[in-house]
C-alpha cells in the first residue's frame, strides 16, 4: 500500500520523530479519519507514560500532552499488554469499567485507561503499541478520529500496519536523545574541568565548611536527596555556585549534567530560546532546531543564576516547567517533557521586585521551597585564613611554579579588609599578590590597594593638571570624572607591573582585560607606559607592542 510506503520513506528521512509526525500527518488523514495522531514513549525509569509527538488534523481534536505517572503495577499491565501485540479500539461512548475491559485482552490484566479517559468518550479511538525487533515495549501510537465518524475494519488494519515504521521512529529518536544526553553530560563535564582550572572558587572540598559555612552545609545535606527546587541567596561573590554544585553532588542526579545559566547575561529577545529551545525556522537566523538549557540539562540539575533578571514573559514560561515537567520550544507545538531538578540564585531583593511588578509572586512561590541563605565572607572572618591558604597554593603553582603561604602579617591584613566582593574579590586579590611577587612571594598589601604600595615614583607635578579637574565633593571624598579615575587605576598597574603590558606579571592580567584593549585605552587617556619602566628600553613599535611585552 502506498501508504505504508510513504510512511516509511518519511520516517527514514527524518530522526525526530515529532518532524515525522508533522510530515505525514495530512497524508494519514487522506487514508484515515483523523482527529489526532500521538505518539507516547514508555520511561520506565520514570515509570511513566510521556508525549513525544502529537499532531492535530482537526483544530477541535484534544491531545494527549506531557507525562502520565504510572503505578508499578500499571507499569507491568502495560509493558506485558505492548508484548502481546493487539490493538485496542474504541469505537462508543463507554462507562469506565467497560473502557477498562475493552482494553483489557484475558490473561493480561488491567491496561491502565485513566490517561485515555482525558479524551471524550464519544470519539473513536485506536491504541497500538510500538516494539523493536527484540519485541521490547517502546510506547504507545494512539489514533484519536473523530465525533460521529466510527473507524471500520480497513481503517484499523492500515492503524496496525503503521506500528511497525513508527516503531522504527521511535527507537530512531530515542538514541538520538540518548546520545544528545551523553553529549551534554560530556560537555557539562568539560565546562566543570575547565571551570575548576580557571576559577579558583569551584571545588569539590568546600573551604569553611566546617566554619563559617557548617549551618550552610547542614541545610544543603538535608535538601540535597530531594528534588524541590531550591533558592540560594547570597551576595555577589560569596560563592553561590558552589553551593549549587556541592547539592547536586549529594543528589540522585550526580551522574547527569550540572549546567548553570546566568539569567542576567542573555538578551530579553533570546531568552526564551536559550531556556526552551527553538525549533528550524522560527525565526531569522533558526537554521537548525536547538535544544533549550532545560533539555540539556534533563536527568540532572539547572542553575538559573540571577534568576531576578528573567523578563516577565519568560517567568510565565517557567511556571509551566516547574508545575508539570513539560514545555514547547519556540516556534514549536509538541509538548516536551524533562525531568529536571532547579536550583535558583539571587543576589537581589526579590519580595522589593515583587512589591514593584517585576518578578512573578506565583514564581517566587515556587522557586522559594527551600531557600538556602549564604552569609557573606565578611560574616565568617574564620573562613578568611583557610581561604587565603588555599588561593596563595594554587595560584602560587600555576602563576610561579610553587606552592605559596601567606604570612601571620598577610592574614592580618586580609582580616581587616571588609570583603564587598567576598570569596571572588579574595581570589583575585591573592592572584595579584602572587603577580606582584613576580611568582616568588605574596605582596598582598600592594594587592589590597595600600596608598603607599600603589604610589607612583614616576608622577609628575604636572599630571595632577593633566588628569582634569575634581567635578563635585561629597561627604568629605573627592569624586573625580570617569577618565580621571581609569587613567588613576591603570597608571596603578603599570606601577605595580613596572610597565610590563602583556604576560604573566603584566598591568592587563592584573586588570582582567585584554593587552590589546588596555593599549588602546591608554592610547586613548594619554598614558605612556615606558615612564613606568625601571631602565630605559627600546620604543614600542608601531602596533604597539614590544619584545618585553
Known amino acids: 500500500m502506498q501508504l505504508i510506503v510513504d510512511v516509511w520513506r518519511e520516517v527514514c528521512r527524518h530522526l525526530e520523530i515529532h518532524v515525522s509526525v508533522e510530515t505525514l500527518l495530512s497524508r494519514v488523514a487522506e487514508e484515515i479519519p483523523l482527529g489526532a495522531l500521538i505518539i507516547r514513549r514508555i520511561e520506565r525509569q520514570r515509570s511513566s507514560l510521556e508525549t513525544v509527538a502529537s499532531g492535530v488534523a482537526r483544530a ?182 558552589v553551593i549549587a554544585r556541592a547539592i547536586h553532588r549529594r543528589s540522585r542526579r550526580a551522574s547527569g549534567p550540572i549546567l548553570r545559566v546566568n539569567c542576567g547575561a542573555i538578551p530579553p529577545e533570546l531568552i526564551d530560546s536559550e531556556l526552551f529551545g527553538h525549533e528550524r525556522g522560527s525565526f531569522t537566523g533558526a537554521a537548525s532546531t536547538r535544544n533549550g538549557w532545560f533539555e540539556r540539562a534533563d536527568g540532572g540539575t539547572l542553575f538559573l543564576d540571577e534568576i531576578g533578571e528573567l523578563p516577565a514573559a519568560a517567568q510565565v514560561r517557567m511556571l509551566r516547567v516547574l508545575q508539570d515537567g513539560s514545555f514547547e520550544r519556540v516556534g514549536g507545538h509538541t509538548p516536551i517533557t524533562v525531568d529536571v531538578r532547579l536550583v535558583a540564585a539571587t543576589n537581589a531583593d526579590l519580595p522589593a521586585l515583587i512589591a514593584q511588578g517585576k518578578f512573578r509572586e506565583d514564581l517566587w512561590y515556587r522557586i522559594n521551597v527551600f531557600p538556602i541563605h549564604l552569609p557573606p565572607l565578611r560574616r565568617r572572618p574564620a573562613d578568611i585564613p583557610a581561604f587565603a591558604a588555599h588561593f596563595a597554593a594554587r595560584a602560587g603553582k600555576r602563576l610561579g611554579g610553587r606552592e605559596l603561604a601567606p604570612t601571620p602579617r598577610d592574614v592580618a591584613l586580609l582580616m581587616a579588609y571588609s570583603w564587598p566582593g567576598n570569596v571572588r574579590e579574595l581570589a583575585a586579590v591573592i592572584e595579584r599578590a602572587v603577580i606582584l611577587g613576580n611568582g616568588r612571594r605574596l605582596e598582598i598589601a600592594q594587592a589590597l590597594g595600600s596608598p603607599a604600595a600603589i604610589e607612583s615614583p614616576s608622577a609628575s607635578p604636572g599630571d595632577s593638571k593633566r588628569r582634569g579637574k575634581i567635578e563635585s565633593t561629597t561627604a568629605g571624598e573627592t569624586i573625580r570624572s570617569l577618565d580621571d579615575s581609569a587613567r588613576q587605576h591603570i597608571e596603578n598597574a603599570l606601577t605595580a607591573t613596572l610597565g610590563r603590558v602583556e604576560g604573566p606579571f603584566g598591568a592587563a592580567r592584573l586588570l582582567g582585560i585584554n593587552p590589546h584593549t588596555l593599549r588602546s585605552r591608554m592610547r586613548k587617556l594619554g598614558i605612556d607606559w615606558t615612564r613606568f619602566r625601571k631602565s630605559p628600553i627600546p620604543p614600542p613599535d608601531p602596533g604597539g607592542a614590544t619584545v618585553a611585552d
Not at 492503524?159 to 521511535?170: G, N
Not at 544528545?180 to 575547565?194: I, N
Open 60 to 241: 477541535d481534536t484534544p491531545v494527549i500532552a506531557g507525562k502520565t505517572t504510572l503505578t508499578e503495577n500499571e507499569l507491568a499491565h502495560l509493558l506485558k499488554w505492548c508484548k502481546h501485540g493487539r490493538l485496542a479500539t474504541r469505537q462508543k461512548s463507554n462507562t469506565a469499567a467497560q473502557l477498562k475491559r475493552q482494553f483489557s485482552p484475558p490473561g493480561l490484566g488491567e491496561f491502565p485507561t485513566e490517561w485515555l479517559e482525558t479524551l471524550p468518550a464519544d470519539i473513536p479511538l485506536v491504541v497500538g503499541p510500538l516494539t523493536n525487533e527484540r519485541k521490547t515495549p517502546l510506547g504507545l501510537i494512539v489514533v484519536v478520529g473523530r465525533k460521529g465518524r466510527p473507524f471500520t475494519a480497513h481503517h484499523v488494519e492500515l492503524v496496525q500496519q503503521l506500528l511497525e515504521p513508527f516503531a522504527a521512529a521511535l527507537e530512531n529518536d530515542s538514541r538520538l536523545r540518548e546520545m544528545q544526553a551523553l553529549r551534554e553530560a560530556l560537555e557539562a563535564d568539560k565546562q566543570a574541568l575547565l571551570s575548576r582550572l580557571d576559577r579558583q572558587d569551584i571545588t569539590d572540598s568546600i573551604v569553611g565548611a566546617e566554619t563559617g559555612l557548617r549551618p550552610v552545609m547542614e541545610r544543603v545535606e538535608q535538601v540535597a536527596a530531594s528534588d524541590v527546587p531550591i533558592l540560594i541567596l547570597g551576595e555577589t561573590g560569596s560563592g553561590k555556585e
